[in-house]
Nanobody
Framework: QVQLVESGGGLVQAGGSLRLSCAAS????????MGWFRQAPGKEREFVAA????????YYADSVKGRFTISRDSGKNMVYLQMSSLKPEDTALYFC????????????????WGQGTQVTVSS
C-alpha cells in the first residue's frame, strides 16, 4: 500500500515563500513520476507541477512557471515543491500524487493521493 503525506503548508503574505514536502511510503517510489495538484474552494483540482521518475524532467502549469520548483529525493522517498513569489490566487489545498499512466496534467492519471496541505496567501 502506498501512502503519501504532505506537509509544509501555512499562512504566508503575498510575495513570500513556502516549501511543501511529500513523504511517500513504498519501495517502488523511485520508479514513478510524481505530481503536485491544488484545489481552491469551489474549483476543480488543477495541475501544478510534476517530475519524472528519474527527476531529470519537470513540468509546470503556466500559472506557476518561474515561481515554483518541483524536486525529488528518491533516496528519502520525498517530493518537494518550493513556492516563491506567492500570490493570493495560489491559495488552495495542495496535494501530491503518484502518476500511474498517461500525461502529467490529468488528475485521473494519478492513482495515489495524499490528504493535502493548506496554503493560504494573504494580500
Amino acid at each position: 500500500q502506498v501512502q503519501l503525506v504532505e506537509s509544509g503548508g501555512g499562512l504566508v503574505q503575498a510575495g513570500g515563500s513556502l516549501r511543501l514536502s511529500c513523504a511517500a511510503s513504498g519501495r517502488t517510489f523511485s520508479t514513478y513520476a510524481m505530481g503536485w495538484f491544488r484545489q481552491a474552494p469551489g474549483k476543480e483540482r488543477e495541475f501544478v507541477a510534476a517530475i519524472s521518475w528519474s527527476g531529470t524532467t519537470t513540468y509546470y502549469a503556466d500559472s506557476v512557471k518561474g515561481r515554483f520548483t518541483i524536486s525529488r529525493d528518491s533516496g528519502k522517498n520525498m517530493v518537494y515543491l518550493q513556492m516563491s513569489s506567492l500570490k493570493p490566487e495560489d491559495t488552495a489545498l495542495y496535494f501530491c500524487a503518484r502518476k500511474r499512466v498517461g500525461d502529467y496534467v490529468q488528475p485521473r492519471n494519478y492513482d495515489y493521493w495524499g490528504q493535502g496541505t493548506q496554503v493560504t496567501v494573504s494580500s
